[in-house]
């Protein structure tokens, strides 16, 4: 199962990878983010912050990682028949919209 991943940074801010400035609307892949799906979980880790998310892998169509500044936000795109239940969890100016969230980071997981 191939998971896309939709990257979009915020025009009116700036944000870097690596030392170097990125702009506009990227496929995950071409950063480096890449999406692992096990046990029904879809996990990757955004490079903005280095927080790993994981979240329910059935029914999950795409995910948009938007990057506003320090904040980035996970969201997972599901398809309408599994979408039973939207949760939202935060760390370290992450946060995760999604079925079932687990956000990780330097030993400390949330979980919602």
Do not use: W
């Not at 030392?19 to 880790?45: C, F, H, K, S, Y």
């Amino acid at each position: 199962m191939s998971i896309p991943v939709f990257v979009s940074i915020d025009p009116k801010s700036t944000t870097t990878l690596g030392g170097n400035p990125i702009e506009g609307r990227l496929m995950g892949d071409e950063i480096g983010i890449a999406v692992a799906v096990e046990n029904e979980r879809a996990t990757l880790t955004e490079p903005f912050n280095n927080v790993e998310v994981s979240m329910a892998a059935i029914g999950l169509n795409g995910i948009n990682v938007i990057v506003n500044g320090q904040h980035v936000h996970v969201v997972g795109n599901y398809e309408p028949d599994n979408i039973t239940f939207r949760c939202a969890a935060s760390l370290a100016e992450t946060t995760a919209i999604c079925n079932s969230a687990r956000l990780s980071r330097n030993g400390e997981t949330v979980r919602s």
